[in-house]
């Protein structure tokens, strides 16, 4: 009996010891977080792509998310305008972002997905399909 009781401990603790990384969302969920990233200005804080830590490209840029779906990124007297939408991607928050620019802003030009936020941060990562690198993209807010 012992047996059995340790068994089932551990099957329980392995279970409920899963941390899921990615932001589950309904049509609520999608709504709120465009109204949280269209307040404020926002950098990007970290660049993964393919592997290589490509941050510096994005550094000293401001982001500015408008609710009608455009986005300018400034440094200086640099712009570069953009398009972002959000939307749901088997139940996860999807954040699309289009940019015509070439560079890190093309390579920032992908489907997103909202693995972790905050009240001051966004995590976003990318897959392509049949691919195992992973790409990420993070935002704090100005």
């Not at 830590?53 to 009608?68: A, E, K, Q, R």
């Not at 693995?115 to 001051?120: A, I, K, N, R």
């Amino acid at each position: 009996m012992k047996h059995v009781f340790f068994f089932l401990t551990a099957i329980i603790m392995v279970f409920s010891s899963c941390k899921k990384d990615t932001v589950s969302s309904d049509s609520s969920d999608v709504t709120a977080f465009k109204a949280h990233i269209a307040v404020n200005s926002w950098r990007a804080s970290y660049f993964l792509q393919n592997g290589v830590d490509s941050t510096n490209s994005l550094t000293g840029y401001s982001f500015i998310f408008n609710t009608n779906g455009t986005v300018t990124a400034t440094k200086n007297s640099i712009r570069v305008d953009g398009t972002w939408s959000a939307g749901t991607d088997d139940s996860k928050i999807k954040f699309t972002l289009l940019f015509s620019a070439a560079g890190a802003f093309s390579e920032s030009s992908e489907d997103w997905l909202v693995f972790q936020q905050s009240e001051t941060s966004i995590r976003l990562q990318h897959v392509s399909k049949g691919s195992t690198i992973v790409d990420l993209l993070n935002f704090e807010r100005n």
